[in-house]
């Protein structure tokens, strides 16, 4: 029964929503009061108040004292997308800036308000059911879990991520995967197995800093790719991009990028493995926020259209489940066996505990049950978000609107570096990512990426703030 009272509220929320969205009610619009709906509909009072306190946490009403509830806000008053950025004319040798270590160092201090974290923050994390987890693992290891692990990555692990893949469509078993420590970890074997030093591979752009670092560490030029804040990468310019540069592989987030937000359509995905295919080259996929979707179907991914084992796909659950516990995995297609040996020299095996406890986490149906709570806080952070940049940010502030993943991308005016804005905003406890830490191209000097993992509180309703005051100071 109270599975259908759930349903039932949020059915009114979504047609109130949609209203709200299309502007039939406008901001400032009066809702019918609990008691007229209530009737109207043939519903519960308590109903109608669980849909309006449900647009009232996600931003979209309000309500006034001895009144009732108003729109307080509509995403048609959103700002305007950010641009596309232009082409390069050649790719790239890779010299990370120190302004990298800078941020990921400002990643941890307790006092600093850090809008620059695009992971899930420790109120939204299911710790104690973990922490049973990985007591329950313990006692059912060999040796209470001393023992190095298999070289491919925990068996039960394995079988409960091959379970996961039917989300997204594919047919997976545990002998295709192959456990890392995190994602990085897994996006570094596979570049190493696909290429050499000294090849060019094509990224995103902006593309995620450390994926810079990485291909800096292993010899590696980088051609950045022109890439839609919607939809990701220009195929068309990719296509003529391959021969043109001689690209040996192709690293991409294609759900929710990290750090413009986009998320490829279908038929891009598919077009991507065809391109992959007519030059042989292979596909690195990272999909680390995959899980982390608005909608109501979780996006699929380019592995589900690979039929020739071309595509390597990456992901981990430091952005989902438990960062700390540093558990991902690749499903490496035909380089399974090079990605293996790789791995046997790097680690000779990942850390038994942690694999052992997210498997024993997943077999026990915890994980969906976790995820349905984080999505819908993140869901609600990123308009709550982008309601005070609308409300607090100069009024030519371009910021994008993803439909998953953690973060905002935001454009100023072509006047404001945000690498100063940087520096002022830590002075006052407050940090985010410069938009120039993004590109190995001197570009982006006017744009910044937002987290909007941290829950909505008084805190961090008074940063954006402060961080808009800055701005204007410097656009004036």
């Known amino acids: 029964m109270s599975g259908t009272m759930d349903h039932l509220y949020l059915q009114v929320a979504d047609r109130l929503q949609t209203m709200i969205e299309k502007e039939v009610i406008r901001i400032g619009d009066k809702l019918p009061s609990v008691r007229s709906l209530s009737k109207e509909q043939g519903i519960s009072m308590s109903t109608v108040f669980q849909a309006y306190y449900h647009l009232e946490s996600k931003g979209y009403i309000e309500p006034r004292p001895k009144s009732g509830y108003y729109v307080r806000f509509s995403p048609r008053r959103l700002p305007e997308m950010p641009k596309i950025c232009r082409p390069v004319k050649k790719a790239t040798e890779v010299n990370v800036s120190d302004m990298i270590t800078e941020v990921f160092y400002h990643l941890s201090p307790d006092d600093v308000l850090r809008f620059s974290v695009a992971a899930p923050h420790e109120s939204q994390l299911p710790a104690a059911k973990l922490s049973k987890s990985l007591i329950q693992a313990m006692r059912s290891l060999p040796a209470n879990g001393t023992s190095y692990e ?129 030059y042989d080259i292979p596909l690195i996929e990272d999909d680390i926020y995959g899980d982390t979707y608005f909608g109501k179907t979780r996006p699929s991914s380019c592995k589900q259209y690979d039929r020739t084992g071309n595509v390597l796909y990456c992901n981990s659950f430091s952005k989902s489940l438990a960062p700390g516990y540093r558990v991902g995995w690749t499903m490496p297609g035909k380089y399974k066996d090079k990605v293996l040996r790789l791995k046997l020299n790097h680690s000779v095996s990942s850390a038994t505990l942690p694999q052992a406890a997210i498997g024993h986490f997943l077999e026990n149906g915890r994980y969906e049950h976790h995820l349905r709570g984080l999505r819908k806080m993140l869901h609600m952070n990123c308009l709550r978000y982008q309601q005070a940049i609308a409300d607090y940010f100069p009024e030519d502030t371009c910021v994008t609107r993803p439909q998953g993943g953690y973060v905002l991308w935001l454009e100023l005016n072509e006047h404001v570096n945000t690498i100063e804005l940087y520096e002022m905003a830590l002075r006052r406890k407050i940090s985010f990512a410069p938009g120039r830490i993004f590109s190995l191209q001197d570009r982006y000097n006017n744009c910044l990426r937002i987290s909007y993992a941290m829950p909505w509180n008084k805190q961090v309703d008074d940063g954006l703030k402060t961080i808009g005051k800055l701005i204007r100071q410097m656009s004036s």
Request: glycine fraction near 6%; charged fraction near 20%.
């Open 150 to 278: 298999n070289l491919q990555g925990n068996l039960n692990l394995r079988r409960q991520i091959a379970r996961l893949s039917l989300q997204w469509g594919g047919t997976i078993t545990e002998d295709d995967i192959v456990t890392t420590t995190g994602c990085m970890d897994a996006l570094t074997l596979c570049l190493s197995a696909t290429t050499q030093p000294g090849d060019v591979i094509a990224l995103e752009s902006p593309a995620y800093c450390g994926t810079f670092q990485l291909a800096e560490s292993l010899g590696l030029k980088v051609l950045e790719v022109p890439t839609n804040p919607v939809c990701g990468v220009d195929l068309e310019y990719l296509d003529k991009a391959i021969p043109k540069f001689k690209i040996k592989a192709c690293v991409f987030v294609t759900n929710f990028n990290n750090p413009i937000g986009s998320c490829m359509p279908d038929k891009n995905k598919r077009e991507l493995v065809r391109i992959m295919n007519k």
